[in-house]
């Protein structure tokens, strides 16, 4: 069956002008980043291209052909800047407009003669094989840093795009497609052309798709963690506990002496400061797969995984070192906080977790009860002071 090619053009410009309004009016509402402007943007002017490049023989040749290329071209570079600006790495918005001129001078300078039309064919499907290439990649950076699902989605439908437009480039290069009058020529390029209207409306689905999920992430990481500190909550350290599984841990409880007289001191504000600045001292000791939740108002628990009690002692004297040399470059502070820490551990099969917060509890006030400001371990003393 024979697809009348000019149909295939209004079909995708009638889809992309839908989806493009659509996402400015999502823009509009103010309850979204900038990627939905320009992924709008990018979306109207590849229908405003395909509308242009419909109109093949009804206007004049530098309307329909070189003008509809041009913003084809700018519509598809426009779409590897939105997904940038979506994984929160935008490109310099002048250099980018630079490009998107560079690029698109070829079509109507280069390429005058209008029954070239396979050279022309073959140059703008190079240029947006690449741009989709370039959207792939972009997307599995943002499903490896986020670990969104619905990004290999997104990958998925731009790597189908870059291989249409690939065979097209191939196809145009031998003399396939092309010719004097390029609509309805070839089966194969009118029905490449019905694919490639299918991801393209796909591909808006999957952004917001990956809208959706990040937002919902982000919640979640709101619910589970405590604003002030950054640390988690209870319910945070719930929820990493399972992944714990048999492996050895040790477990540090750590309480800021003496808070209750720098708040009553210098207020509530100022162990708000002495708060952030353990974990922030706290975080910059522990591994990035060890955990740090808050338990109260100034208490902590710290689960270092894999770490015998010996090594964690040795990184619990160390969080209590640079925390008070840290306190001490403070200034105009007449109460100097400093950590109690009690230290518990278990083996390789796993235990109680609650029975371990149980043993570095006790730990805990022995540290309290022997004149704070020092290290003690579950079942032995140990001073670090």
Known sequence: ???????????VAVSCFVQGMLQLAAYATG???????????????????????????LVPYSVSID????VTIAGYMLMFFAVRVFSGRALEQRYFWLAIVLVSVPVAL??????AVSARLLYVSVICCLCDLAVAREAIRIARCERLYSAALLV?????????????????A???IGGPDPFGSSVVHSWMAVSAVAFIMLRSVAMVLMAAERSRNQLTELAHRDPLTGALNRGGLAQHLPTLGSQPVSL?????????QLNDRHGHAAGDDILRLFASVSRGIMRSDDLLARQGGDEFLAVLKNVSLEDAMVIADRIRLAFAAAVMQCPDLAVFP????????????GGDFERLIQKADEALYRSKREGRNRVEAFGETHQAA
């Open 174 to 176: 031998t003399g396939e």
């Open 1 to 11: 069956m024979l697809l009348d090619l000019r149909t295939i053009y209004f079909i």
């Open 338 to 349: 400093t950590l109690s820490i009690g230290v518990a551990a278990c083996g390789q099969n």
């Open 156 to 172: 998925g439908l731009y790597v189908c795009t870059a291989s249409i437009f690939a065979v097209r480039s191939l196809l145009a």
């Open 67 to 70: 003008g509809g290329n041009v």
């Open 110 to 115: 280069i390429v005058r003669d209008p029954s």
């Open 252 to 260: 540090l409880i750590i309480d800021i002496d003496h808070f209750k």
């Open 31 to 57: 309850r979204f980043e900038r990627w939905p402007l320009w992924w709008g943007l990018s979306n109207i002017l590849v229908g405003l291209g395909s509308f242009l490049v419909a109109l093949r023989n």
